[in-house]
């Protein structure tokens, strides 16, 4: 790696650009520049090995020049495991000069041909075991060109190139959003957006230089991809992956490798309770447990904090934001709280009119800063919908603020807290209702794993409640003790009509439940 680093030292002194002023221009060439400084360093462990900073950029170069040969469209797919492979193909595709296009592996045919169709894809990087694992080359669109990255050319020395000088405006991701209803669509992140998330996180977090991070989420999920795919490697520290989530395999990572960051969903954070091996000092190296992506069950947090002493610190973000906007810190945090924002993060809660509310007071969510996406891509009736211009009161100026679907409100210091998400509101008799009050009232019941709360129209009172239930496992049903807690915990016309028992309650590759799954069985209810 030395004798890359002497070659791409010397292409930059040829084009008379200072090295230090390169590579702080964008997440590419600062991740590249990691690598000339310290290439010997270790910046992955996964399931197949070490990869130091310079195995990765070498990595990238031999993609890149792959890609060149084999990659005539600009958009490039990357199916890939959480492992090291991800970042090199990235790093590989925007030095190619490409956009990235991550496909879920999780996807049902319907949903990976319309991804893969809407972003115009011909060209997808993968394994052979990831391509066995969605059903071969057959489950691909026949216009696809499978690279098997264990087929890729590697000479002795990787073909190198001078990186190039992205814009911020110039595109780097089309990610593809779960959705809450219909089809995923392209989610347009810019090289501006992810610089911006990466610089943001570490001046919020500050990471130190012998921290270790712990990656258990999929790398096409935007939180994986940005805070613990390019954050990691941008900073100059260890990421420690794992392509499944086994809550064993899991704690025995922690105990090896002694991360002090790790960031999951609240359902990967309840599994790791069920390691009966588990104990308080396997987890004392962790100073920053991020739990984000869905509401954070008071059971969760409750037992996690008495068996391992891990007070978890809630995040919040979206896709469409890079995705975090928000996150909590030791000293202030408080629980409900998904914390103050990152720097250069602007959140508004507005009424129905768009018209700021006071500090406490359950608004609509608005986000301004530089992590908001570009667009929807091929959409732009859908950015019309979410993209509006306002008069920020803080300063006075205009911004183009992003709706989030969200509600909440914030505190007196800034700290932002969730309390329903406007599309799911269920309005009752005339009062608004969220599902998640109710959930959380139906989560504490002994035995219950997690339940999910949809709205059912009804002539008398507008909608009514009907409560989905998932069991522990080896648990018994019991149906009375959960309507029982429902009374005694909430207003009569937050109970639930119905309670209907689930083997498994429908969830995306994050472990978060999928209310639109449940839509046509409420309505098929008498």
């Keep these: 790696m ?25 997440l590419l060439t600062s991740i590249l520049g990691r690598a000339i400084s310290q290439p010997t360093q270790t910046a992955v462990i996964d399931d ?19 890609l060149e040969g084999t990659c005539p469209s600009p958009h490039v797919g990357v199916l890939l495991p959480t492992s090291a492979a991800c970042p090199i193909a990235l790093l590989g595709a925007w030095i190619a000069g490409k956009v990235a296009v991550p496909v879920n592996y999780l996807l049902n045919d319907t949903e990976r041909t319309h991804l893969i169709n809407d972003s115009g894809l011909q060209t997808i990087i993968t394994v052979k075991p990831m391509l066995d694992y969605i059903g071969g080359p057959g489950a691909l669109p026949s216009h696809v060109r499978v690279l098997l990255m264990e087929d890729m050319p590697r000479p002795s020395v990787p073909p190198l190139s001078f990186p190039p000088l992205h814009d911020k405006d110039d595109l780097a991701l089309i990610l593809y959003t779960s959705g809450t209803s219909g089809l995923p669509k392209g989610v347009m992140l810019t090289h501006g957006n992810l610089k911006s998330e990466i610089d943001a996180i570490n001046k919020h977090i500050h990471i130190k230089p012998d921290d270790v991070f712990l990656g258990v989420l999929p790398q096409f999920h935007c939180f994986g991809l940005t805070a613990l795919t390019m954050l990691p490697l941008c900073v100059g520290v260890k990421v420690v992956y794992t392509a499944r989530f086994v809550p064993g395999k899991v704690v025995g990572l922690i105990r090896e490798h002694r991360p002090t960051v790790i960031m999951a969903v609240p359902s990967m954070y309840g599994a790791l309770l069920s390691v009966k091996s588990g104990k308080p000092e396997d987890f004392a190296s962790i100073r920053l447990p991020v739990s984000g992506g869905e509401p954070l069950p008071e059971s969760v947090y409750n037992n996690l904090r008495k068996r391992f002493g891990i007070h978890l610190l809630e995040g919040y973000g979206l896709t469409e934001t890079s995705p975090a906007t928000n996150w909590s810190l030791p000293e202030l945090a408080k629980r409900y709280s998904v914390g ?3 720097p250069g993060v602007r959140n508004l809660i507005v009424d129905d009119h768009d018209k700021p509310v006071p500090v406490g007071t359950d ?13 929807y891509y091929k959409r732009p009736e859908l950015d019309k919908e979410v993209f509006v211009q306002l008069v920020d009161p803080k300063d006075g100026k205009e911004k183009r603020f992003f709706r989030t679907g969200d509600i909440g409100k914030v505190d007196e210091v800034g700290r932002l807290y969730i309390t329903g998400r406007s599309k799911e509101m269920m309005i009752i008799g005339g009062e608004n209702v969220f599902p998640r009050e109710i959930e959380e009232v139906i989560n504490k019941v002994d035995g219950v794993k997690a339940s999910a709360v949809l709205g059912k129209a009804d002539d008398k009172r507008g909608e009514v409640a009907v409560a989905f239930i998932e069991m522990q496992e080896d648990a018994t049903y019991d149906e009375a003790a959960i309507k029982a807690a429902c009374k005694a915990n909430l207003a009569s016309f937050k109970m639930p009509r119905k309670f209907i028992l689930k083997d498994e309650l429908p969830k995306n590759p994050t472990g978060k439940i999928q209310r639109k799954d449940l839509v046509s069985e409420v309505e098929a209810l008498d």
Excluded: C, E, N
């Design 2 to 26: 030395a004798a890359i680093s002497v070659r791409i030292d010397k292409k930059l002194q040829q084009s008379r650009i200072r090295v230090g002023t390169i590579f702080r221009m964008s």
């Design 48 to 66: 197949r090995g070490t990869w130091s900073y310079g195995k990765v950029a070498a990595g990238a170069f031999y993609v890149a020049d792959w």
């Design 340 to 342: 103050t924002p990152l």
């Design 363 to 375: 608004g609509h969510i608005l986000i301004a800063g530089p992590i908001v996406m570009k667009g």
